[in-house]
């Protein structure tokens, strides 16, 4: 077993989930509001602009994966109508539930599944579309993890990775600043954890750029890659096209 990283930390690859799941148990009930500060409410835009650019449609299958408190679900569910399915899921149980209490309070039930990205089951190509947001880096081997993805999609059909990104240059230092000093200290003064915030920053860091990414995602299948910057770059949308 070889050795990854955890933010800027270096721990034995099998240590890594565990960890990455004791963040997630630790901010599930106030990662919505968490959100809603740390961004200003642009989260809802950069999802908003996810959903638009998957452009659903009634009867299509759909994962999202690390799906935690539903959004992508959500929204998805009122595109494929009665005849499609969207599946739901995490590898963190407190974050699945906690998206599931909210899908039920807004009258929608849909599949709801605890399971590893990197060790999907599901048959292949089973879905028009998949997704992942904000999930990306915090899996060991995303290499794996997006082969699975290419994996399940039909083909031509499409994954969308939404995930932080690089910034750009003329906005590092502000950026950095605002990541090291006001997110830990937003963490615990509204999540009581600003261990995990700092993790968040790191976690950031250490996840590919634009570029890096898109080449990865080419290296795992997909024929096509382009990826659509958000907000100077904090933001990156990536869509993958399996061949």
């Known amino acids: 077993m070889s050795d990854t990283h955890f933010g800027y930390e270096t721990v034995n690859e099998k240590d890594k ?3 990455v799941r004791g ?6 009930s106030k990662y919505d509001i968490m959100n809603d500060l740390m961004s200003g409410g642009m989260h809802r835009l950069w999802k908003r602009y996810t959903v ?13 994966i690390a799906g935690g408190t539903g959004d992508l679900a959500l929204a ?3 595109q494929v109508g009665a005849t499609g399915q969207v599946v739901h899921t995490d590898i963190n ?8 209490d909210r899908l039920v309070d807004a009258g929608v039930i849909l599949p709801t599944v605890v399971c590893d990205a990197e060790h999907l089951p599901f048959p292949d190509a089973h879905f028009d579309v998949v997704t992942v947001a904000f999930g990306l880096r915090n899996m060991t081997h995303k290499d ?16 969308l990775v939404l995930e932080f990104s690089r910034v750009a240059q003329p906005l590092e230092k502000p950026y950095d600043w605002y990541s090291f000093k006001i997110l830990p200290w937003l963490g615990q003064k509204v999540a009581g954890d600003a261990h995990s915030y700092r993790y968040l920053a790191e976690s950031i860091r250490m996840h590919p750029g634009q570029k890096e990414l898109k080449e990865l995602m080419k290296s795992c299948g997909f024929g096509h890659v382009d990826y659509h910057n958000m907000t100077a770059g904090v933001v990156a949308l990536h869509v993958g096209i399996k061949c």
């Open 23 to 28: 963040v997630f148990d630790s901010v599930a």
């Open 52 to 64: 638009m650019v998957a452009n659903v449609k009634p009867g299509m299958r759909v994962l999202d």
């Open 17 to 19: 989930a565990q960890r």
């Open 76 to 78: 998805f569910s009122r």
């Open 144 to 159: 794996q993890a997006l082969r699975e993805m290419q994996r399940v999609l039909k083909p031509g059909g499409k994954l």
């Open 93 to 100: 149980h407190a974050m699945l539930s906690t998206g599931r």
